[in-house]
């Protein structure tokens, strides 16, 4: 009942700029922390940035001086503006939301379908 939907991947030259949006929909109370994480073939999902409905953000040290994590309560999204991007940033960028459903229901974790950030030389 709740979807995570992506949007923003694509190609792009190193020092360049991107920005990804991810939407949440269905059966909403309310939203919790969201995020961003990434993933590149046969490694481990990590960190990029979370922040809460609040606004209190979180970051991967590395990338703390280059990516902006931010959101917008009332349309239920969460963006992540990249700057400075380099080759090693290509990974599958996915989104993260923690949503209770209802009043009477418990926060839950989902993920988004993932969006390919391919940066290069």
């Known amino acids: 009942q709740v979807q995570l939907v992506e949007s923003g991947g694509g190609l792009v030259q190193a020092g360049g700029s991107l920005r990804l949006s991810c939407a949440a929909s269905?059966?909403?109370?309310?939203?919790?922390?969201m995020g961003w994480y990434r993933q590149a073939p046969g490694k481990q999902r990590t960190l990029v940035a979370t922040?809460?409905?609040?606004?209190?953000?979180n970051y991967a040290d590395s990338l703390k001086d280059r990516f902006t994590i931010s959101r917008d309560n009332a349309k239920n999204t969460v963006y992540l503006q990249m700057n400075s991007l380099k080759p090693e940033d290509t990974d599958v960028y996915y989104c993260?939301?923690?949503?209770?459903?209802?009043?009477?229901?418990?926060?839950?974790?989902?993920w988004g379908q993932g969006t390919l950030v391919t940066v290069s030389s």
């Open positions: 993260n939301a923690f949503v209770q459903r209802s009043r009477w229901d418990i926060p839950r974790n989902y």
């Open positions: 269905g059966s909403i109370f309310t939203i919790g922390v």
């Open positions: 922040i809460t409905s609040g606004g209190t953000t």
